[in-house]
Each structure stands twice: as C-alpha cells, then as structure tokens.
C-alpha cells in the first residue's frame, strides 16, 4: 500500500510539473504556473492563515469556483457561489440559443464584518449578482441580483462602512451600492473613476484596462488592471491614490510573458505575492503568482521585473484530486451525487441524468432530439491539466437508441470526439473533429459488443495543443482513431479544453448510456 500510494503521489506531480519522477525529491519549491489548468480571473482572499480564491466558468454549472488553500500553491475546490445563473434558453441549451464564453465572468471576492461576498456580472443576463454567506465552504449563500451588470468590477467595502463598486473598461467608473451590497444605492450615480486607465501601458491600445481590482493598504488605494497595447503583450497597470476618489497616479507594474490581470495577497508572516493569469493555448488561462516588495508606497512585482520559475514557497503536490479527479460513480452514503471536480455544460436537465438508476454508473438519458453535440443538453465536464494529461472512460451503450450518440469528448468549439453512434440499426464507433469549426467524420469502426473504453491524450507542452483519440474493446489495448485534433483556444468559448461525457438524441427520446466510470491522469 506505501508504494502504491508513493507512485500515486510520484504521477500526480510529474502531471503537475512534467517531470520525470526520479526528478521529483529534487522539487522543493513552488514553480510557475501555480496551477497548469483553466483557473482564469481569479480573486483572492486571505482569513487569518486561510487563503479563499473565485474564478471564472462562464457558462458551466455550477458556476464561479470558490477554492482554498493553506499555502497559495496547493489549491482545493470547496464550493461554488451558484448552481444555476438563471433559467433562459441561453443558459438552458433551449431553443437552439446557447451562451458559450459568456455565462458569469470575473468575480470580486472579498470577506467583510464575518461575511463572505462573491459578486459577478453576466452578458447573457444584464445583471450584476452578490452572493454573501456566513460560511464559505458550506453555504447556505444569499444571492441578490441586479441591473445593470458592471463589467469586471471589484466589490469594495470603504472603511466609513460605505460600499462600491469599481468597473469598466479603459475609462473606469465607480458606482455606491446599498450597505448589504445587494443593490445600487438609491439616488446614486456613476462618476468616472480614472478617465484614461489605459495610459500608462502606452498607445495604441488594443485592450482597454479592465479586470479592476481594488485594495486599501495603509491609508492608499491600489488599483490593478491589464491593459494590452497593440502589438505588444497582457500588462499590469497598477493606479495609485490617497483617496478613494482620487486623483489617481498610474504606472506599468509587469509586463512580461503576459502575464497579467489579478491582485495582491498577503502572507500572515507578513510577504507579498501578487496572483496573476497567463493566456496559455488550448489548456486555457493559468494562474502565476509573482512576489511583491514594496519601493516608495509602491508594489514592486516580479524578480527583477521579471515572472521567476520558482517561488519560496511549498512544491506543489499536483492538481489530482484537488481540482480535476477520477470518479467511479460510486458513491458512500450522505456523500454530494456529483463531486466537485465536475460541472455540467450550461444548465443541466436533472431528470436526465442519475447515478442511483445503476448503482455505479452514470446514466444519461436522452429527453430531446438535438442536431449538434454543441447544442446538446448535460454534457458532464471537468478542466484538461498540462502539460499533458490523459483522461478515459468505459460505456455500456446496449440501451442506446437509433439516432443516439454517446461517448468522450474534449470541448471548445473546435472540439473532438470519440463515441457510439447507432444508425441504421447498428451500432459504429465514431470519431468526429470539429477542428475546422465544424463537425466531420475521420473514421468508423462497426461495434458488435455493448460495452466500449475510449480515452483522449492532451498535449500541451510548449503550447503544442495536440490531443490523440484512442478506443478500446478490452481496456487494455487501444488503437487510435480517427487524426490528431490541433486544439485551439478560441474567444467564442473563451475557456480551455474540458474532457466531456456526452449522451445525446438525434431521432427519437428515451435511449440511454451508462458510463461506468472517468479517470485523469
């Protein structure tokens, strides 16, 4: 059992730093990336020797991840702010309407006289939301709602006991809420907060400063943002004041790698870091942490100006269990149905899916006729890790329909696919690719046996992006299928690569498919 779980542990971190694991007693610190997964937008918060962050999931749920961790490396999922947005043909997948890359974006996380508050704001409904709970890692939250939805704002609590809202892009305003946070205060205008917060990165710009984030440190306000000048990379703008209104000085704080868009955190022993994200290919947005000292009232980032490989801190023991897992189906009494670690592609019908029909197993059943695996209702996700990782399931498909396809998907919108496909009375193994954005056929194989085993290889190293298709008849031997996806991250998803599982109807309802278990490596 000792060695069992020591070549556990050895696989979880050469999957964390992709490193052989002889090298592995050889790691003693921190390394950048913290996290190679899709952990983009994050907020952080630290209660006494407790860090809290939130990020963003767009259109998956539940939605807006809460993490914690006890070190700034080694993060855990505790909760999430909702489990459904709101219900619209958006979010539901309905009426051929979908909200891919849009969904809730960056949110504020703050805690505040014994209460926790995560804010966000939505396109795809036009509101800004709080949800604020007394107990972050087990609920329950309250939620408020509210129009307009102030784009990337930053959820502030002023000292006097006053509440606002800092938002915008490129010319950033400020808005007072109510004392709860759960609305604008009545009679309350916008004043613009900092007209050109842009400047200090340089012209022309080609993203206007947004992601605000606002900190109080010693009697000075510190207002972070990116901004990207044309033909030049992601940059932290960091403005200064002595007050909340200004005026506000602004300089360039980082600008290397790209890596930007975040804010700063402090240790109990009293070091800085500032949590920052790197736009890194098909696995998506990855979260950095660089250190802080401080020159002149300023925060200082970087080593030199510079993003350092590797941190003062503890290694990392990798992203499994923690953020991406292997699942069963099993499941021990009282335990949650769906392990964190999961979350359904936009809103899920949950009379469609269950893991009590079959003890073991996931089943889902089909209750629609769809056209596009892209439209299809309750996909179940979870996050591809870097630099390479590998993830696989087994599928008992004799209750599948004619018309019905199942299987193994990795999802973007040039996504790839392996499954079971009945058509014409029998059944195929198909592999689909959807790498010119839209879906075609690379191959079929006639199935004569119900249960099947496909799995999906990611490479990500250097920003290769390449993900292989592979099936299986025993789950021992496996022969590739179908080409090689060149994976891309693309702005219409605006999310890394996610392995799915997927059961859908293409000519009549009431078939199903039982997986029976997902493993990641």
């Given at each position: ?511 199903y498919a039982d997986f029976d278990y997902f493993t990641i490596k």
């Open positions: 059992m000792i060695n069992l779980k020591r070549n556990a542990l050895f696989l979880a971190l050469s999957c964390a730093f992709g490193i052989a694991a002889p090298a592995i007693a050889q790691v003693k610190q921190a390394q950048n990336p913290i996290i190679f997964a899709d952990v983009p937008d994050m907020a952080m918060i630290r209660v006494g020797d407790t860090y809290y962050m939130s990020s963003t999931t767009m259109h998956m749920s539940p939605g807006v991840p809460i993490m914690k961790s006890k070190d700034l490396i080694n993060w855990h999922l505790i909760n999430y702010a909702y489990d459904t947005l709101a219900s619209k043909d958006e979010l539901n997948l309905t009426n051929g309407k979908s909200t891919y890359g849009r969904g809730s974006w960056a949110s504020s996380l703050r805690f505040h006289k014994g209460t926790y508050y995560v804010s966000t704001f939505a396109q795809t409904t036009g509101k800004t939301y709080v949800y604020s709970t007394r107990d972050i890692e087990k609920g329950p939250w309250k939620v408020a709602s509210f129009k307009p939805s102030f784009h990337d704002h930053s959820l502030f609590f002023e000292d006097d006991g006053r509440v606002y809202m800092v938002f915008g892009g490129g010319k950033l305003r400020i808005i007072e809420l109510t004392a709860d946070a759960s609305g604008v205060k009545p009679g309350a205008t916008e004043q613009v907060l900092i007209e050109n917060a842009s400047a200090p990165a340089g012209e022309p710009v080609g993203l206007p400063a947004e992601g605000s984030q606002l900190f109080k440190i010693n009697g000075s306000y510190y207002l972070f943002n990116i901004a990207w000048p044309k033909g030049g990379m992601r940059t932290v703008v960091i403005h200064k004041a002595k007050s909340l209104f200004g005026p506000y000085e602004g300089r360039v704080a980082l600008q290397d790698l790209g890596v930007a868009q975040g804010g700063l955190i402090d240790t109990p022993d009293g070091k800085w870091y500032s949590y920052l994200f790197r736009d890194f290919g098909a696995v998506g947005r990855i979260p950095y942490l660089v250190p802080v000292t401080w020159e002149a009232g300023w925060p200082v980032l970087g080593t030199a100006g510079k993003v350092p490989q590797t941190l003062p801190l503890p290694a990392s023991k990798g992203l499994i269990p923690s953020l991406v897992a292997s699942d069963d189906f099993s499941r021990r009494p009282g335990a949650p149905a769906l392990p964190l670690v999961w979350q359904w592609n936009h809103n899920p019908d949950n009379a469609l899916w269950s893991l009590n029909d079959r003890k073991g197993y996931l089943r889902l059943k089909t209750g629609r006729v769809d056209t596009s695996f892209s439209l299809a209702r309750n996909t179940l996700t979870q996050r591809t890790i870097g630099p390479t990782c590998s993830g696989a399931t087994a599928l008992d498909v004799s209750h599948l329909k004619e018309g019905d396809f199942a299987g193994l998907a990795l999802l973007q919108k040039r996504y790839g696919l392996v499954g079971v496909e009945y058509r014409n009375g029998a059944k195929a193994i198909v592999m689909v690719s959807a790498e010119s954005e839209r879906p075609v056929e690379m191959q079929r194989i006639s199935l004569a046996q119900n249960t099947v085993y496909f799995k999906a290889d990611c490479d990500f190293t250097e920003r290769k992006d390449i993900a292989n298709f592979y099936y299986s008849l025993d789950g021992k031997k496996w022969q590739p299928i179908g080409k090689p996806l060149k994976m891309a991250y693309t702005l219409p998803h605006f999310m890394g690569y996610r392995f799915g599982l997927f059961n859908y109807a293409t000519k009549s309802v009431g078939g």
